[in-house]
């Protein structure tokens, strides 16, 4: 337990220190009670390739992400709730292959929080993870399916502090408890320790979300969502999501997009996994 309190207070001391650092703006606070807040962006990239009698060679392909991100909220004098949103979804195409399936994600959370202060609020929080299709395993022959719809699939509360400061960063740091739901791909969920396959496993532990949305010379956006988990029964284990969105406009819809995902779980596999996507698209804000 002294691990833990150890944890905690670092933790508690570097929330203080933002509070400390961030800037006075009562003012502004006070004219935004009982606003909406509204945020919905969508996007498109396509890239394709043909070859007609090239002497280097080369084969025909296309692929394309489509990418859907939102946000609701709504501040009124004493409780702020917000709800973001992550559709994501892409595949590639080669000549001779079927289509593969490069991004996939279901990414929805969402938080309640009380106003007692200006910076650091106590706050509720729920979230949902999953994908749409199924994802296969391409280094084997015939590809290997992997995962699929609502398998494996996580649901996470957590309740504790929140630190926000305007719109540009948002932290939570709580006591989490995670579900993780699965039916045919078992690793996930199963524990080698024991004789039956477990399809869902329950964790609690400490829980901590930060969001970045921050835009640099009216051109450039960072979007990026940083997820850890560290369960109690192995609290030197911390379980890592990390997506992050660079959107460098060109004109008002072209846009060129880098888009990395680092992901750590020791009990899907005991390596780092790293996903990079970049491209040419077409972005267009219904609300901002």
Not at 68 to 83: A, Q, R, V
């Amino acid at each position: 337990m002294s691990t833990i309190k150890r944890i905690l207070a670092c933790l508690v001391a570097v929330l203080l220190s933002l509070n400390l650092f961030a800037e006075d703006d009562k003012k502004q606070e006070s004219k935004k009670k009982d606003d909406w807040k509204k945020k919905f962006n969508t996007g498109v990239s396509l890239t394709q390739s043909s070859y007609s009698n090239w002497a280097k060679g080369g084969e025909n392909s296309i692929a394309w992400t489509i990418r859907l991100d939102g946000e609701i909220g709504k501040t009124c004098k004493n409780l702020e709730w917000d709800f973001t949103s992550l559709l994501t979804f892409g595949q590639v195409k080669a000549e001779k292959e079927t289509p593969r399936t490069t991004i996939d994600k279901i990414d929805l959370d969402g938080s309640l929080s009380w106003k007692f202060g200006q910076y650091i609020n106590p706050y509720f929080g729920a979230g949902i993870l999953t994908q749409f299709s199924t994802g296969y395993d391409y280094k084997v022959s015939p590809p290997a399916p992997k995962s699929k719809f609502w398998d494996p699939a996580y649901i996470s509360q957590s309740m504790g502090a929140k630190v926000k400061i305007k719109n540009i960063m948002d932290h939570q740091l709580g006591i989490g408890l995670k579900q993780t739901y699965t039916s045919e791909f078992n690793k996930y969920t199963d524990n080698p320790e024991t004789s039956e396959i477990e399809k869902y496993k329950f964790e609690t532990g400490i829980q901590s979300t930060t969001k970045i949305n921050a835009k640099f010379a009216e051109r450039v956006k960072v979007l990026s969502k940083l997820e850890m988990f560290s369960s109690f029964e192995n609290i030197d284990i911390i379980d890592l999501r990390w997506d992050t969105l660079v959107t460098a406009s060109l004109t008002k819809y072209i846009v060129l997009t880098l888009n990395v995902q680092v992901n750590y779980d020791k009990d899907v596999i005991d390596k780092t996994q790293i996903k990079e996507l970049a491209g040419l698209g077409i972005s267009y804000n219904l609300f901002d």
